[in-house]
T-cell receptor
Framework: DQQVKQNSPSLSVQEGRISILNCDYTNSMFDYFLWYKKYPAEGPTFLISISSIKDKNEDGRFTVFLNKSAKHLSLHIVPSQPGDSAVYFCAASRAGGTSYGKLTFGQGTILTVHP | DGGITQSPKYLFRKEGQNVTLSCEQNLNHDAMYWYRQDPGQGLRLIYYSQIVNDFQKGDIAEGYSVSREKKESFPLTVTSAQKNPTAFYLC?????????????FGAGTRLSVL
């Protein structure tokens, strides 16, 4: 049962334009969401996160939007740069209970930014 | 520098052999995790530990074992019972109790079967 889904395996964007990466989840108990960036043969790097009490969080070129009613979050990168080319994973967690501390990851989206 | 160190970077396993992947962190984090990544898939949780001398199975624990004797160390053993061990293994750690479970990852170990 895939509780976190990234339905787009890949995304190609021109440098300077906006990249929008999407993520859907099914478990309404998730209350904290994260985006990670991963280069080949390296570990994921934390990018940005959002709590379920917010609908938007911004950090420089990166903004994450959360739509709780739709169980959907998205990562916007503006402007996109060639160095942003990587695999992006969304992840979700819930506070409390036996699941405390666990992250559930999506399958990842490969972003390619063309010069 | 603080961080998570995984070793070795590449590891080869012969059939019937147990191999152990090392993970060490100096971030003073309480919780540590092991994930497996297969091509085209996300990270799947193998085992996690929230405190020394305690650990829980993740979603795909069969064929794996762990120990947590020290806060800094969380080694993963891939046993001969794991029939499809070829994958990229990632170790992570996080602070507990903050309500924000940001996990920080090591550089990974790529395990292949000879």
């Amino acid at each position: 049962d895939q509780q976190v889904k990234q339905n787009s395996p890949s995304l190609s964007v021109q440098e300077g334009r906006i990249s929008i990466l999407n993520c859907d989840y099914t478990n309404s108990m998730f209350d904290y969401f994260l985006w990670y960036k991963k280069y080949p043969a390296e570990g994921p790097t934390f990018l940005i996160s959002i709590s379920s009490i917010k609908d938007k969080n911004e950090d420089g070129r990166f903004t994450v939007f959360l739509n709780k009613s739709a169980k959907h979050l998205s990562l916007h990168i503006v402007p996109s740069q060639p160095g942003d080319s990587a695999v992006y994973f969304c992840a979700a967690s819930r506070a409390g209970g036996t699941s405390y501390g666990k992250l559930t990851f999506g399958q990842g989206t490969i972003l390619t930014v063309h010069p | 520098d603080g961080g998570i160190t995984q070793s070795p970077k590449y590891l080869f396993r012969k059939e019937g052999q147990n191999v152990t992947l090392s993970c060490e962190q100096n971030l003073n984090h309480d919780a540590m995790y092991w994930y497996r990544q297969d091509p085209g898939q996300g990270l799947r949780l193998i085992y996690y530990s929230q405190i020394v001398n305690d650990f829980q199975k993740g979603d795909i624990a069969e064929g794996y074992s762990v120990s947590r004797e020290k806060k800094e160390s969380f080694p993963l053993t891939v046993t001969s019972a794991q029939k499809n061990p070829t994958a990229f293994y990632l170790c992570a750690s996080s602070r507990q109790g903050s309500g924000k479970n940001i996990q920080y990852f090591g550089a990974g170990t790529r395990l292949s079967v000879l």
